[in-house]
C-alpha cells in the first residue's frame, strides 16, 4: 500500500472512531467501535489497490451513516 493510501486509511479508521464515540447510547457506542476495530483488522492485509479502493468508498458511506446518527 503506498504511503498516502496508507495515511488515508488511518485518517478515516481515527475519524469513524472518532465519531462513533459520540453515540449516547452505551450499547451502540461499544457496537460501532468493535465492529469499526474488527472490519479493519479483518481487511489489514488487503494488497489489491482496486480492492483497497472500494473498501474505502464503502468505509466512507458508513463513516456518513454514523455522522448523521451520532
Known amino acids: 500500500m503506498a504511503a498516502s493510501s496508507r495515511a488515508q486509511v ?3 479508521y481515527r475519524a469513524m472512531l472518532r465519531e462513533s464515540k459520540r453515540f449516547s ?3 451502540y457506542r461499544t457496537y460501532a467501535v468493535r465492529r469499526i476495530r ?3 483488522r479483518e481487511n ?3 494488497k489489491d489497490p482496486v ?3 472500494t473498501l ?3 468505509a466512507k458511506r458508513d463513516l456518513e451513516i454514523i455522522r448523521r446518527q451520532a
Open 25 to 27: 447510547a452505551y450499547n
Open 38 to 40: 474488527d472490519a479493519f
Open 56 to 58: 474505502m468508498n464503502k
Open 10 to 12: 488511518l485518517d478515516l
Open 51 to 53: 480492492e483497497i479502493q
Open 44 to 46: 489489514k492485509n488487503v
